[in-house]
């Protein structure tokens, strides 16, 4: 954001007539309305709220303006990860829509919602890279991928904040968690991290400085030990990094206690410590943790801190609380009756989640002929109001979604469906019961001429601290699903989910399969309209679906290594281990590739890509090339597809990537139709960091792919050349 003279200057005035005692209350926020909070708030004490809305946030803003000193409004800040009252897909569904669009719109109605209950500030997005499906908040982010990750986390930023952050239906966004989160070691949550600095500034750094470009208000540090320093007190990454590096002038705040869980980490001694290690690598305001209330007045006596220091973060704040607008207009005064469920956010979010639906699987199944004469329904998810939401919904209603079940009843005619849920919760082995249980589930598949089975992971399986250790359907799913198949019936199977799964098993089991993510309050008009061919399915995967959680982490772009495995040959020996087609990179148990590759996804019709051709062999330092494909809609049946643009660097002063995505784009296309698809690149896109830290393009050769996904396409070479 540009820095405006006027604001500087009106923060000066105000820090000016401020006490220590006020400024130190500036750099708190408060969960919740404590008690004695009243108190807090008239004396200065306290600075922003989370958790807060309606008429309570009303009356403590009221005490903020009218009874405090100085009348310095408060910033309240919740949890809007992906829709506010209208639930969106989880961030990685809206990835998987590979369509920035999706996710600025559902982030600017999701803007307009929590403005109207008297939100400020949303703890949104996340943009951690997660390699590790096993990690539960891998259902928060875009996936493995820094540069699909970035695309999406900045538009996002753009709906939330849009033009102008003072806008009544616009909140301030917050880019978390600052950084390394997703690389916990064993998909355990909050573990340690080891990044080295090349890999850091390569994949997990990229997203975050999407979002800075893109004006993102506040970003949030995480909680994790970032090679041992943890990351709310690491002013190499806040400071030199953040600060220095990037310019950012937003305002940084901790996570939920992470500056006083440096004592935990053995990072700091006690909470005095902790605060002020805190304040040193520059985290501006404490979430919920008392440490910097508690002990800043004494670390500035005992001159552990400076008064320059405090006076920074402070500015920090009330620099984002001018952005806002708070001090002209610290109640909102839209109508929430007239914003939430609102028809255009509702029809956003069916659009979001008809998009973000992958097709993993097609024999022809697909989509079902709307004349069809009787579908039999089941599984747990089918009609799971709830767990369609997905995690970190905590404004989101149950009764509003809008349930597969009642979306095929209402598609088909109630008398044309059968309703056999099976299971009572996708983690129940309870399988005679409700109503029948898998029996009844098996007599409603013999009644019909099809069966859709909607399994997966109910929501609480994915989230903050909700890790697995195994990526199956759980319970006595798979049970189920090897039931319908013995029943001889096409099987199709809508599944749910916060993350990547291993399918093995359940793509034995299915002739179809989409997967549907947790795809939010209208996930079932959307998978309704998908099943019966009225939407054609376009969503692509942004994380690599291993066969095995044993190969986990599975990522597309990982490094060669020094006996890459044939790419397209199963290396599974069958001899001894001491075959020597077994000493290449694989295992001995399982094919080394994975299910699926990232940016997978079929659809109803099928595509042919041709005559991939360069506008130069030769690319000069400093200068673009072009690539074109033609693309042809070789099927039936109008579709859209993902082309993606890969890169490999043959050879660096550091290992390369085998694949690096640099681009891609929606194409639809009516059946037959063929067209041109371009993209260009800079030699400053081929950048990385080499041993010295430097952002450099080294000159060489390079691979280039269009391609349908991270494992196949057409490729072509170029060099790089010196000027
Ligand atoms: C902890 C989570 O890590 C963070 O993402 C969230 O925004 C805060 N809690 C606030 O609820």
Known sequence: MTPSPTIEARIDDLLAQMTLDEKIGQMWQISGKIDGAEETIRRGGVGSFLNVEGDVAHE????????????????????????????????????????????????????????????????????????????????????EDPYLTGRIGAAMVEGFQGDDLSHPERIAACVKHFVGYGATEGGRD??????????????YLPPFKACIDAGVATLMSAFNDLNGVPASGNARTLREILRDEWGFDGM??????????????????????????????????????????????????????????????VRNILRLKMRLGLFERPYNDLDPSAMLLAPDHLSAAQRAAEESCVLLKNEGTLPLSPTISKVAVVGPLADAPQDQLGCWVF?????????????????????????????????SYDEGSPAGGIAAAIDATNQADVVIAFVGEDAL?????????????????????????ATGKPVIAVVMAGRSLALGPVLSAVNALLFAWHPGTMGGPAIADLLLGKASPSGRLPVTFPRAVGQVPLYYNQKPGARPAPADAPIVPTGTPLDPSGFVTCYLDVDHRPQFPFGFGLTYSSFEYSNLRLSTQELAMGESITAIVTLTNTGERTATEVVQLYVRDLVGSLTRPVREL?????????????????FTLHTDDLAFHNAALQLVTEPGDFHLWIAPDAGSGLRAEFTVVKK
Not at 258 to 281: C, N, Q, R, T, Y
Not at 461 to 485: M, T, Y
Not at 662 to 678: D, H, I, N, P, S
């Open 395 to 427: 404004d989101g209603h149950a009764e509003d979604s809008h349930t597969p079940l009642a979306a095929l009843r209402a598609a088909l005619g109630a008398e044309r469906v059968i309703y056999a849920p099976g299971l009572p919760h996708a983690r």
């Open 190 to 203: 909050y573990n340690t991290t080891y990044i080295p600095e090349t890999l850091l500034r390569d994949i």
């Open 60 to 143: 403590l803003q009221r005490i903020a303006v009218e009874e405090s000193r100085l009348g310095i409004p408060l910033i309240y800040g919740r949890d809007v990860i992906h829709g506010f009252r209208t639930i969106f897909p989880i961030p990685l569904g809206q990835a998987a829509s590979f369509n920035p669009d999706i996710a600025r719109e559902g982030a600017r109605v999701a803007a307009r919602e929590a403005a109207a209950a008297g939100l400020h500030w949303t703890f949104t997005p996340m943009v951690d890279i997660a390699r590790d499906p096993r990690w539960g908040r891998i259902a928060e982010g875009g996936g």
């Open 662 to 678: 640099k681009g891609f784009q929606r194409v639809e296309l009516a059946a037959g139709e063929q067209t041109e698809v371009r």
């Open 252 to 313: 940084v705040v901790s996570d939920w206690n992470s500056v006083l869980e440096m004592i935990p980490h053995g990072f700091a001694a006690d909470a005095k410590d902790a605060a002020a290690l805190g304040v040193l690598a520059g985290v501006d305001m404490e979430m919920v943790g008392d440490g910097y209330v508690k002990h800043i007045a004494a670390l500035l006596d005992e001159g552990l801190l400076s008064l320059e220091m405090i006076d920074d973060a």
């Open 461 to 485: 399986l994915s989230g903050e601290a909700h890790c697995r250790a195994f990526l199956d359907i759980p319970g006595a799913q798979q049970r189920l699903l090897d039931a319908l198949k």
